[in-house]
């Protein structure tokens, strides 16, 4: 009997010294200790052998070598879970973890925070539309009935499954969709992307951002227009720069204008940006055609308003020093990373 006790003390003495890496070497702990065929199960066979004065002595034994057994067996199982088995190593706590790469913000995502919140100090509220739209939104309440020459200064992607969906080809469509619900005063910007059938090139994509802005109130005036973007434009571009209106055509703005600055990369004295003529243009803007308004049942008599609109890559280009507008649309992590502190 004294060589059962012997032998048992020679086990757990392997037991405790046994280390597992991988669960495949716990699993052989297993099999080789708790199996059916295994050590615990073959000692405990031993106890038909003992005489009956001694069996309360060995069953005890046995049984703390069993349970003995089963608790190593636990342990390794839980560092092998943790990753972290190794020769019964506690886990280091003050270990550094790993790093999880900080994410950064896309160029454009900077570009139009930047414009959307210096119009938000003036109180605009920020709106969105869908960019799915029907022909109403886009182009009919705008004041561009069908067959109007106008639409051809957008080309237009259509649905083919619906005639009357079109990818919207400028975010004005929210301006309706915000006359139309009949709350005055208005004061939106309204920041989405938009889609033109254009080539794409280095210079043009088929799809941009723009932010729009729209003002509907009693007695607002071309002054109020011309007021708000001075301040957006020195917000924007610093106290130092110039700004111009030149007349334009817009169908759903009469009158209407568009706006240039002086070149901020060449402060004026002519560069490749502007084309040497020292400007910039950055926007179209005017006063909302009155019959704008009466398609969204707001009373022309007693509201006026103006709206602008301008796009967002090419300021994006300009300010990050970027030569190719694809690259916004590329999803390069090398590209997208370098914004990580810009603003
Ligand atoms: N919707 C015009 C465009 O897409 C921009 C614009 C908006 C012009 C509002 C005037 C007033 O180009």
């Known amino acids: 009997m004294e060589s059962l006790l012997q032998q048992i003390g020679a086990y757990k003495k392997e037991i405790s010294s046994f280390t597992a890496t991988d669960e495949k070497q716990v699993e052989e702990f297993r099999i080789k200790y708790l199996g059916t065929k295994g050590l615990v199960k073959a000692v405990m066979g031993e106890m038909k052998n003992v005489p009956t004065d001694r069996k309360k002595e060995f069953g005890q034994v046995l049984n703390d070598f069993k349970v003995f057994a089963e608790q190593k067996y636990e342990e390794l199982k839980q560092l092998t879970d943790n990753g972290a088995a190794s ?13 999880t790469p900080m994410g950064s913000r896309h160029p454009i995502t900077l570009m139009k925070n930047r414009i959307v919140s210096i119009f938000q100090r003036l109180g605009f509220a920020e709106a969105e539309g869908p960019e799915i739209e029907d022909d109403w939104h886009n182009f009919g309440a705008l004041n561009l009935p069908p067959h109007h ?38 004061r939106v910007v309204c920041p989405g992307r938009v889609y033109r059938n254009e080539t794409v ?27 708000t973007l001075y301040f957006f434009v020195k917000e924007m571009y610093g106290k130092d720069v110039k700004v111009r209106f030149r007349p334009s055509y817009f169908p759903f703005t009469e009158p209407s204008a568009e706006m240039d600055v002086t070149c901020f990369i060449c402060g004026g004295t002519g ?30 008599n007693k509201y006026t308003g103006f709206a602008f609109g301008m796009g967002i890559e090419r300021p994006a280009l300009l300010k990050y020093d970027i030569n190719d507008i694809r690259l916004f649309s590329e999803n390069d992590v090398r590209f997208l990373k370098q914004f990580s502190s810009a603003i």
């Not at 004005?172 to 005063?185: A, D, H």
């Not at 043009?204 to 009693?218: K, P």
Request: with cysteine; proline share 6%; glycine share 6%.
């Open 87 to 99: 020769s019964g190593q506690q886990i280091d706590l003050s270990l550094p973890g790993d790093p």
């Open 201 to 227: 090139s280095a210079r043009s994509h088929c799809f941009f951002h723009q932010v729009e802005g729209l003002y509907i109130d009693e007695n607002v005036s071309f002054a109020d227009l011309k007021q």
């Open 149 to 186: 020459p106008a639409r051809d200064m957008q080309d237009t992607f259509y649905i083919q499954q619906n005639p009357d969906w079109v990818l919207r080809t400028h975010t004005s469509n929210t301006q309706i969709r915000e006359m139309e619900k009949g709350r005055l005063p208005i």
């Open 271 to 300: 560069c490749n940006i502007c084309k040497k003529t020292g400007w910039v243009e950055i926007l179209g803007c005017g006063m909302v055609h009155p019959n704008v308004l009466q398609n969204c049942h707001i009373d022309p």
